[in-house]
């Protein structure tokens, strides 16, 4: 049978481990609307009886069983698989939608308009080829659709840089994140096999995890001493202590530039299917890229066409063989008049024969390249051929926003789901705090009660 | 299931955010006249969007063409009219002076007016229309006829900048569509390589001027057979022929105008497309943004009612 020295202790065993509990209500009550934070949990159990070969003993009172993290890792595992799913897509849409932003069709101002004005200001000098102010207006017309075609292409070849920094900082943020949860695991797992509650430090890894889920396509797996391995398909990132450091290079396939994911210094490559950095090499290498081509195959067959027909012609000089636009044009980024025809506009070729001011069919010869099918074997007009450019970004841009709203979905469901099992409820903490608070009351009692009994026993030797 | 601060708060928040992206949306809408900002938004009318607008912007510059043109032949057909009237003159003229009851005094008399006709026919052959020669081919700027006088300063004939008198002038009126809108000196009065044959306005003109000059005997050098009933003869069926180039101009007229009308139909099609393919339903617009801000009334003020609740309150 206990003696009142192990009442009083069980009493005084209640008051630390219901102070733990309530101290456990006010961390997850301080962290209620703290972002990567686990609610933690307090178990108890019975502590064992002091004298366990007793016939009459009612038990120690109370112990921890375990303080710990409330967490599932099934739902973790989706998370992240989703994750990676919804960094692909919110970074394609993102920079999908700059890079329409980029051209500014339906919004007036456009290449489409200014092409549109070219034409349109040819035909104008087909009507008045013996006058300057046509010539004048033409020139005028032609440099601004010019400038628009250099601009556009520049700041497409500016959002390309832009996405290759991105994706360099981006492998660097990889590298530091795999880093940091190596470091974690050796804290975690020194701390755990030190009997020392470890939530704080695997809620920063589970904050780390996510992030990298976010960049690049990862599977986990914990092992039984609390670290965990971080894999990227068929390649270890981190194994417990240890990280493996990736890096980016370019490769170049029929004359294509490609970027390729080295593992280490091994020589292996990684094949990123998710995440943020696979988007941005889908839209350096296939997206932008391609758009730029488009580009420079829109402004070569519209400098050449032109030309082709322009030297044929006569100006008012009465003079042929001079190219309307400037004859090294290889790209949208060289396409600009040529320096004869911005330094005497009277040079345009308007007319077939020398000496025919009135003669208009090189004009017309030009302003109908507009209905003539140029472009991918015959099938389209010039005009045809940018609006499929425009088209096309608008399309993967909305491929994107759709798939992005399908992920989001998902991961809004799963954040629910995560929050439902990991998350604070302040109305359950509060609920919580009543037990506590009246558990530990009772306890007190229960010290104050014993005393009170030491105190007769003592009074009854005293007599 | 367990609910969360932060569940609720996020929940607040999304719809909140919601809402405001879907007010600010239909502000932007209302704002700019069109619902479609971005291809991304809808493709397909976007692709009818810019494809109507360059169909738009071609028909405005056909439309354009169509005017010049039209001003063109107007211009030609009142000159041709004018020269026409002249010719009519003319020949009534070398009518009277073919009547007996005129004596030599009399025919001199009418030759000296038919000179004045030729001098006014002369200008009306160079006739320009602001800049441009009408009926000088492409030499547009430059007189198509030069005049050849004798040491009298009079008129003996013309001859016709032949590089250039025979050029055509298009317009381009719709799609892959040109249309001839002049009509040349040489088919008018002087077919290139006729000069001083009868196909020769001017020669015709001179010579019967010439023939009733000298008491209807042609000139010495010509033909007895060149009477002033021949040359008469002549000047008709040139007439006949600047006839035939003005009712050419009038079928002209008319194909410009009536591509003019399709042209008009067509923009009102072609704005209905483009309407329906970007623009805003005004009354739909109005209603969804009453709905949409009912909606985030009533979320603001459940939202706000809810969040600041908690068992914390009762506990006090």
């Not at chain 1, 488009?294 to 032109?306: K, Q, S």
């Amino acid at each position: 049978m206990s003696s009142l020295a192990d009442i009083l202790n069980t009493g005084r065993n209640a008051l630390r481990v219901q102070q733990l509990a309530m101290q456990v209500v006010g961390q997850n009550t301080s962290n209620a609307d703290t972002e990567g934070y686990t609610r933690r949990r307090l178990e108890l159990c019975t502590a064992p009886p002091y004298d366990s070969l007793g016939r009459w003993d009612a038990g120690a009172g109370v112990d921890i069983q375990h303080l710990g993290r409330i967490r599932d890792q099934l739902i973790d595992e989706q998370y992240r698989r989703e994750s990676s799913q919804l960094g692909y897509w919110s970074q394609r849409d993102d920079v999908l939608g700059r890079v329409e932003e980029i051209f500014s069709e339906l919004g007036g101002s456009a290449i489409s308009d200014q092409l549109q004005d070219f034409w349109a200001a040819w035909s104008e000098l087909s009507n008045q080829p013996e006058g300057q102010a046509a010539r004048l207006s033409l020139v005028e017309t032609a440099q601004t659709l010019t400038t628009g075609v250099r601009r556009v292409y520049d700041e497409l070849a500016s959002r390309f840089g832009t996405v290759d920094k991105q994706m360099v900082d981006d492998v660097t943020e990889v590298n530091a994140i795999t880093s940091h949860i190596a470091q974690l695991n050796v804290q975690i797992v020194r701390a755990e096999t030190d009997g020392l509650e470890a939530s704080d430090l695997r809620d920063a890894r589970d904050s780390a995890l996510d992030r990298l889920s976010q960049l690049i396509n990862i599977t986990t797996q914990e092992n039984g001493d609390g670290a965990v391995n971080v894999y990227n398909g068929g390649q270890i990132l981190v194994q417990v202590d240890r990280h493996t450091e990736i890096s980016i290079s370019a490769e170049s396939h029929n004359g294509r530039v490609s970027s390729v994911f080295n593992y280490g210094s091994s020589g292996r490559k990684l094949t990123l299917e998710g995440g943020e950095i696979k988007a941005l090499m889908d839209i350096r290498d296939q997206d932008i890229g391609r758009v730029m081509d488009d580009m420079d195959e829109f402004a070569v067959n519209l400098a050449h066409r032109v030309n082709d027909i322009h030297t044929q012609g006569y100006g008012l000089t009465n003079t042929n063989g001079i190219e309307f636009f400037a004859a090294d044009v290889t790209g949208a980024s060289s396409l600009r008049l040529s320096s004869l025809i911005t330094d005497d506009p009277s040079r345009i070729a308007t007319a077939s024969a020398a000496n025919a001011p009135g003669d208009n069919s090189i004009a017309l010869q030009i302003a109908g390249i507009q209905n003539e099918k140029l472009m991918n074997n015959g099938r389209s007009t010039l005009d045809d051929y940018y609006r499929d450019i425009v088209l096309q970004v608008g399309s993967r841009k909305s491929y994107a926003t759709g798939q992005l709203k399908v992920e989001q979905a998902a991961m809004n469901h799963l954040e629910n789901r995560r929050q439902s099992v990991s998350g604070v409820s302040l109305d359950e903490e509060m609920t919580r705090l009543i037990q506590v608070q009246q558990a530990y009351d009772a306890a007190a009692r229960i010290v104050n009660t014993v005393d009170e009994m030491m105190q007769t026993v003592l009074t009854l030797g005293a007599s | 299931m367990r609910v969360t601060e932060l569940q609720r708060q996020r929940a607040f928040t999304q719809g909140i955010n919601d809402r405001q992206t879907n007010l600010v949306r239909l502000q932007e809408e209302l704002a700019a006249g069109r619902s479609l900002f971005t291809p991304s938004e809808n493709v397909r009318k976007a692709d009818q969007a810019l494809h109507t607008e360059d169909l738009l912007a071609m028909d405005v510059q056909y439309a354009r063409n169509i005017e010049d043109g039209l001003h063109w032949v107007n211009a030609a057909d009142s000159k041709l009219q004018s020269i026409v009237d002249l010719m009519n003159e003319i020949d009534n003229l070398a009518l009277s002076a073919d009547n007996s009851s005129q004596n030599e005094d009399d025919r001199r008399s009418t030759a000296i007016q038919l000179d004045q006709k030729i001098e006014e026919l002369v200008k009306l052959v160079n006739a320009s229309d602001g800049n441009r020669y009408l009926f000088g081919g492409h030499g547009t700027t430059t007189a198509p006829f030069t005049v050849v006088r004798d040491a009298d300063g009079q008129i003996q004939g013309l001859t016709a900048n032949e590089d250039t008198i025979a050029g055509k002038i298009y317009r381009r009126i719709g799609q892959d569509e040109d249309l001839q809108v002049n009509v040349t000196g040489d088919r008018l009065f002087q077919p290139v390589g006729s000069t001083g044959t009868d196909a020769d306005l001017f020669y015709v003109v001179t010579t019967l001027r010439d023939t009733i000059g000298n008491n209807n005997v042609p000139p010495e050098g010509f033909e007895e057979t060149r009477s002033n009933n021949y040359l008469r003869e002549q000047l008709s069926l040139i007439r006949e022929r600047i006839l035939d180039q003005q009712t050419y101009l009038g079928s002209v007229g008319q194909r410009l105008q009536a591509n003019q009308t399709r042209l008009k139909e067509r923009e009102i099609q072609l704005t209905d497309a483009l309407e329906q393919a970007q623009g805003v339903d005004l009354t739909d617009l109005v209603s969804r943004a009453a709905i949409e801000e009912t909606v985030y009334n009533a979320l603001a003020g459940m939202g706000t009612k809810l969040l600041k609740q908690s068992l914390v309150d009762y506990l006090l």
